[in-house]
């Protein structure tokens, strides 16, 4: 492990926060943000007067059904401070604390609110899916009245011709994730199931059941991310993040081969690079790869380089990603087990890594000591990786 | 300790929680744009049309009118076969909207020959004229297939009705 000399400040996380995930909540944009971003003030034992600058995310203004929704939902939490929204897709909820780190690092902030929102639910009729139909190229796929998940269901095919993975093996990421989550207090899908019930839940686009895929939520989750002098001014327990990582492949999905993500490859060699990881599969304690369908686990382990390509289904059914094994993935539950606010549910995973490297992720806690961590996300078509590399 | 709760709501006290309902009336009307207004009228003559890079060689289909990996303006058109391979394929029971569907459809990303490698190739995403147990069993991956095409076209990705299998890997 070699220091990062590339940054003018290091960049520590000093406090999260996250509301209950649910299907339906009453409260408001506005008030999600407000309710999470005092969370992590509290924890990092700061006010809305110490905080320099807010970054935040979320998924498409759709969803709300705000447009400029960034202006809106942070009207609680960012009134006269410079505040910016990235939105990245599905990526968005990790690509918030990366921004975040670029603010800090480059020495423009000391101290900054990280948030992502999502009320999905607003979106209603006929369901929150449709307002993906939008998301498609307008000429020459929208036309075959696409629903996003099969785009997925394509991907995961793929991946299982190409790698010899069976839907049983992929069904165990379900299985595991929705038990890990049964320790999550923000959980909305959480569950003790079997193999067969996923493989027998309804089908919704072939090889994808139900119980493959992540729920429709609403929620929000921050963080408050510091210059070091404040980390060490604040906290005796601060964590680092020490690489960030995002890289984009074309929107043109159907001219490249879906089996395996380049994309989370480049972004993660990327953050790999920052934070002087060579092997990553010896040197990354716990990881969150994003998980909205049960494959994308398996898939994005492997363009992390956490396994070999194609070996991520034999190392879940070792057991490896258990929370007592050698690799824990998705130790929170996962968004198929605390649930998929989009935005959301990016940073769900980058709060938990903090959590898990701060001894704090109570009955969740994973068996192994860890010293370095990962959270990564991924959206759009199919197409942008984000990564974090978190070190105590 | 502050209170941080939220409220969920069943779908139940949902319905008498809303307070306003809203229904975004946009339609939009989508220009072809340079590279689409040509390969829309070789959709019309029953054809498939794409622009070949000077670089790395391979053939944009659909077309554009730059090389997003050489970053180099394309000029030079070129027809492709109607045929190629199942590179993936999927049973859809929904739509849209998350409508079931009464009958199930496959739909999948054809692999058109002319150029290309392991990883980027000419492709486009449509209906397979196959039956769902082809798609379970996996025998459509690799299949080879042609295009039917529509007798009345428009100038539409739906000129192409779908693609049948001509011969099995």
């Known amino acids: 492990m070699r220091p990062n000399i590339n940054v003018k400040n290091r960049v520590a996380v000093v406090g999260a926060g996250l509301t209950l995930f649910r299907r339906r909540l009453m409260e408001t944009p506005q008030e999600l943000s407000?309710?999470?971003?005092?969370?992590?003030?509290?924890?990092?034992?700061?006010?809305?007067?110490?905080?320099?600058?807010?970054?935040?995310?979320?998924?498409?203004?759709?969803?709300?059904?705000?447009?400029?929704?960034?202006?809106?939902y942070v009207e609680g939490v960012a009134n006269g401070k410079p505040h910016v929204r990235v939105f990245?897709?599905?990526?968005?909820?990790?690509?918030?604390p990366v921004a975040a780190w670029w603010h800090v690092a480059s020495g423009l902030c000391r101290k900054v609110l990280v948030l992502a929102e999502e009320k999905m639910s607003s979106a209603s009729r006929p369901h929150p899916q449709a307002v993906f139909k939008h998301i498609w190229d307008p000429l020459v796929e929208k036309p075959l009245n696409p629903n996003l998940i099969w785009i997925f269901a394509m991907e995961m095919h793929r991946?299982?011709?190409?790698?010899?993975?069976?839907?049983?093996?992929?069904?165990?990421?379900?299985?595991?994730?929705?038990?890990?989550?049964?320790?999550?207090?923000?959980?909305?899908?959480?569950?003790?199931?079997?193999?067969?019930?996923?493989?027998?839940?309804?089908?919704?686009?072939?090889?994808?059941?139900?119980?493959?895929?992540?729920?429709?939520?609403?929620?929000?989750g921050a963080m408050v991310m510091v210059s070091e002098e404040w980390a060490n001014r604040l906290t005796d327990n601060p964590i680092w993040v020490e690489g960030v990582g995002f890289n984009l492949d074309s929107t043109n999905w159907t001219n490249r081969d879906l089996g395996y993500p380049v994309y989370l490859k480049r972004a993660?060699?990327?953050?790999?690079?920052?934070?002087?990881?060579?092997?990553?599969?010896?040197?990354?304690?716990?990881?969150?790869?994003?998980?909205?369908?049960?494959?994308?686990?398996?898939?994005?382990?492997?363009?992390?380089?956490?396994?070999?390509?194609?070996?991520?289904?034999?190392?879940?059914?070792?057991?490896?990603?258990?929370?007592?094994?050698?690799l824990p993935t998705s130790p929170s539950g996962g968004l198929l087990g605390v649930g998929n606010p989009i935005a959301a549910a990016g940073i769900m995973k980058a709060i938990e890594i903090f959590w898990q490297l701060r001894g704090e992720a109570g009955a969740r806690q994973v068996k192994k000591d860890v010293v370095t961590g990962l959270a990564q996300a991924w959206g759009d078509l199919m197409q942008v990786g984000t990564v974090v590399v978190m070190r105590r | 300790m502050t209170d941080f709760k939220?409220?969920?709501?069943?779908?139940?006290?949902?319905?008498?929680?809303?307070?306003?309902?809203?229904?975004?009336?946009?339609?939009?009307?989508?220009?072809?744009?340079?590279?689409?207004?040509?390969?829309?009228?070789?959709?019309?003559?029953?054809?498939?049309?794409?622009?070949?890079?000077?670089?790395?060689?391979?053939?944009?289909?659909?077309?554009k009118v730059y090389c997003q990996y050489c970053y180099l303006?394309?000029?030079?058109?070129?027809?492709?076969?109607?045929?190629?391979?199942?590179?993936?394929?999927?049973?859809?029971?929904?739509?849209?909207?998350?409508?079931?569907l009464e009958k199930p459809e496959v739909v999948g990303v054809i692999r058109l020959e002319g150029s290309g490698d392991r990883y980027r190739y000419p492709g486009l995403m449509h209906r397979i004229c196959t039956e769902p147990e082809e798609v379970k069993s996996s025998r459509i991956m690799g299949a080879k297939v042609k295009a039917r095409w529509a007798t009345e076209r428009k100038g539409s990705i739906n000129d192409i009705e779908c693609f049948e299998v001509v011969s099995w890997k």
């Open chain 1, 88 to 96: 990245v897709g599905g990526g968005t909820g990790v690509f918030v």
């Open chain 1, 159 to 220: 991946y299982m011709y190409r790698c010899g993975v069976r839907k049983e093996d992929i069904a165990l990421v379900s299985v595991k994730n929705k038990r890990n989550a049964l320790d999550h207090p923000s959980a909305q899908a959480a569950a003790k199931i079997t193999v067969d019930d996923v493989l027998n839940s309804e089908m919704l686009v072939y090889p994808v059941n139900r119980l493959d895929v992540s729920p429709v939520s609403d929620g929000a």
């Open chain 1, 34 to 72: 407000w309710i999470a971003a005092r969370q992590a003030l509290d924890q990092a034992g700061l006010d809305f007067n110490d905080i320099d600058c807010v970054v935040s995310g979320s998924a498409p203004d759709a969803f709300d059904g705000v447009h400029m929704k960034g202006e809106y």
């Open chain 2, 6 to 63: 939220v409220t969920p709501l069943s779908e139940d006290s949902f319905r008498n929680a809303i307070r306003e309902s809203t229904s975004p009336r946009a339609v939009y009307d989508m220009a072809p744009g340079e590279a689409y207004t040509k390969f829309f009228e070789g959709l019309r003559e029953g054809k498939i049309l794409g622009t070949k890079c000077p670089s790395c060689g391979l053939v944009h289909v659909p077309p």
């Open chain 2, 73 to 100: 303006p394309l000029t030079q058109w070129v027809e492709v076969k109607d045929e190629g391979f199942v590179e993936t394929a999927v049973v859809v029971y929904i739509a849209a909207e998350r409508e079931r």
């Open chain 1, 268 to 326: 993660a060699e990327m953050a790999y690079r920052l934070a002087g990881i060579e092997n990553p599969m010896k040197e990354i304690d716990v990881a969150e790869p994003y998980d909205p369908f049960d494959y994308k686990e398996l898939h994005h382990m492997e363009g992390l380089g956490l396994c070999p390509p194609c070996k991520a289904a034999e190392v879940t059914k070792e057991g490896l990603t258990q929370r007592d094994g050698d």
